[in-house]
Nanobody
Framework: QVQLVESGGGLVQPGGSLRLSCAASVSINSIPTKAWYRQAPGKQRELVAH???????NYADSVKGRFTISSDNAKNTVYLQMNSLKPEDTAVYYC?????????????WGQGTQVTVSS
């Protein structure tokens, strides 16, 4: 069973920074897509950022220029560096890995980590 364990969430003031981590129990080097999603109360889960196995990245318009996704394959960990945080970034953040590797489908979610941006 694949496990994804997120950490790094918390309470931060507007303008502050946090770095989220997602540690996987399997090698993530070849997994096609690693991503961070978020879900605010009363809203649908939305894609925040994703990174491919060739380090191509993509971001939601609302976080471009503020958030950076990265992957450390040696540590099987995906990161989300969040700077210039705004109250509207408040949500539960989820890590997700997805794609086919050697005829096996990977489609796993972490348990989520709460990020609250408030003064």
């Amino acid at each position: 069973q694949v496990q994804l364990v997120e950490s790094g969430g918390g309470l931060v003031q507007p303008g502050g920074s946090l770095r989220l981590s997602c540690a996987a129990s399997v090698s993530i080097n070849s997994i096609p897509t690693k991503a961070w999603y978020r879900q605010a109360p009363g809203k649908q889960r939305e894609l925040v950022a994703h990174i491919t196995n060739v380090d191509s990245t993509n971001y939601a318009d609302s976080v471009k220029g503020r958030f950076t996704i990265s992957s450390d394959n040696a540590k099987n960990t995906v990161y989300l560096q969040m700077n210039s945080l705004k109250p509207e970034d408040t949500a539960v953040y989820y890590c997700h890995i997805n794609g086919w590797v050697n005829s096996r489908l990977y489609d796993y979610w972490g348990q989520g980590t709460q990020v609250t941006v408030s003064s």
